[in-house]
């Protein structure tokens, strides 16, 4: 993401790349502690808890748009910021906050009444717990942000990590039901935020003072109103199949997408927190942001393709050793849902490259798209139930990403024909390995699930590096160059 040849653009590069590691693979440490929490809470819990569940996050994603991160945010952007500056934005962040704990206290049981399930207006009065600690989280995450430290965040994400599974485990083990989905949240955060306060240093007492601060509200208005945006689409699956699916095939739905939104979700918004102040610093350098954005949309590509249709190929021995025998049902979604996600994947990546232009209105207009396209989508796939709800996902997310890129490329100084040219190796490499390993699944089905799934992910792994070692060896060389910055030997 540099323009080579200059002290400052490798300097930008060295710090990226350091980010990069601390950010991914601190998220990469903390998802396999969670995941292997996950593993064993999932054995033990039912799909009806996760269905509980999952009508409480409807809610806490609805409202935590509003929690004033947006507006932390745009301390990134800003090329000086001064302690009263700091002091403003904690201020806006403990205000909002306090209103949305409020605002969801009060409404718990308007929302039971909804999805009809009592518990969850229970479930969501404790849940206010976590607004009032995200202040606490916010401000420090952009303090550290603004300099590309994530070395100190990578800490603080594996201490919450460690501390949420040791209570997801805890909790599940003591029979307490959905209420384990609820605290190990909670104590996940508050270890965070306790360890990245620590770091940050001192925090300045908050001001309620807000004269100044109107690029603040500018850019993070623009932000909050994409957020709101964000939920409309992120939710409304949710939100629509609360109110008609019983609580054991949501939480199968629920979960399935969990299941393979797990690196769009968990790992890509990780990346784009460092892709902000990175493009932003490489803007401020004259450098080339549409090469940038080709070489994270091709390293992107590079892992969620073989990812997302490994996962399709796979689905019935995957969830078979994950999740055990009482979510067999979940089998078919699985199947059906990563054939979306890599359009889904590329999208999300788009947004920062604009916001570091100061063009957040290109974000709004494509968050815009996304709450219109993705919840008529549902709307309609919903009368076919879960499986309807895939098939949706299936043509929403190929046409979010055609709005998406229209809007964001020519921007930018990218052409579709380039961007296209950066992803085609991997996309025809995963493409040759998921048929190879559909063809060969059947040969080793008699084998005990967990062989079964290792023998298949040892054949794609091998067919889609093989691949790209025989018809792409120079972008795996670029990807090695980054990573060691060594090079591969090419003959």
């Known amino acids: 993401m540099s323009t080579s040849g200059t002290p400052d653009a490798d300097s930008l590069q060295n710090r990226v790349r350091s980010a990069v590691f601390w950010r991914s693979g601190s998220q990469i440490i903390s998802q396999a502690v969670a995941w292997t929490a996950t593993i064993i809470v999932v054995r033990l819990l039912d799909p009806h808890d996760y269905g509980l569940f999952a009508m409480s996050q409807v809610v806490l994603v609805a409202l935590n748009f509003l929690n004033g991160q947006s507006f932390a945010s745009s301390l990134i952007q800003q090329d000086e910021v001064d302690k009263r500056r700091i002091a403003q934005v904690f201020g806006m962040l403990l205000l909002f906050n306090?209103?949305?704990?409020t605002a969801q206290f009060t409404l718990a049981p308007l929302v039971a009444e909804y999805f009809r399930q009592p518990i969850v207006a229970d479930m969501l009065r404790a849940q206010t717990l976590i607004y009032l600690i995200t202040p606490f989280i916010a401000l420090p995450n952009v303090l550290l942000a603004r300099t590309l430290n994530f070395r100190?965040?990578?800490k603080a994400d594996f201490s919450g990590a460690l501390a949420g599974a040791t209570a997801a485990l805890t909790g599940a083990s003591l029979g307490y039901g959905v209420w384990t989905l609820v605290t190990a949240p909670i104590i996940q955060i508050s270890v965070r935020a306790i360890a990245l306060a620590v770091a940050a240093g001192r925090l300045p007492l908050p001001s309620f003072n807000f004269r100044g601060i109107d690029k603040i509200i500018a850019f993070g208005s623009a932000l909050i109103l994409c957020q709101l945006f964000w939920v409309i689409q992120s939710q409304s699956d949710i939100f629509i199949a609360?109110?008609?699916f019983d609580p054991h095939h949501?939480?199968?739905?629920?979960e399935a997408l969990f299941l393979t939104l797990i690196f769009s979700a968990k790992f890509i918004p990780p990346l784009n927190e460092v892709a902000f102040p990175a493009y932003t610093h490489l803007v401020r350098q004259g450098g080339n942001l549409g090469a940038a954005f080709l070489t994270a949309a091709?390293?992107?590509m590079f892992v969620a393709l073989p990812l997302y249709l490994g996962i399709s190929v796979t689905a019935q021995p995957l969830v078979?050793?994950?999740?055990?025998?009482k979510w067999h049902e979940m089998v078919p979604l699985v199947e059906g849902l990563p054939l979306a996600m890599p359009?889904?994947?590329l999208q999300i990546i788009c947004s920062p490259t604009t916001n570091a232009l100061g063009r957040p209105q290109i974000y709004v207009r494509t968050s815009l798209a996304g709450a219109i396209i993705m919840p008529l989508s549902f709307l309609v796939g919903s009368r076919w139930g879960a499986q309807g709800l895939v098939h949706a996902w299936q043509v929403a997310a190929p046409l979010l990403l055609i709005v998406t890129l229209s809007l964001t490329l020519p921007v930018i100084g990218v052409r579709a024909r380039d961007l296209l040219a950066a992803i085609a190796p991997s996309a025809l490499a995963a493409l040759a390995m998921a048929v190879a390993v559909h063809f060969a699944s059947p040969y080793v089905a008699d084998q005990p699930p967990p062989v079964h799934l290792a023998i298949l992910v040892a054949l794609g792994a091998a067919i889609y590096f093989a691949l790209l070692w025989r018809f792409a060896r120079p972008m795996l060389n670029e990807l090695v160059t980054f990573v060691t910055r060594k090079q591969l030997t090419i003959d």
Not at 98 to 101: D, M
Not at 250 to 254: E, V
């Open 152 to 154: 100190a965040q990578a």
């Open 298 to 300: 091709r390293m992107l």
């Open 320 to 325: 078979d050793t994950l999740m055990g025998p």
């Open 98 to 101: 306090v209103i949305l704990a």
């Open 250 to 254: 949501l939480g199968l739905y629920s």
């Open 242 to 244: 609360g109110r008609t």
């Open 343 to 345: 359009f889904f994947a």
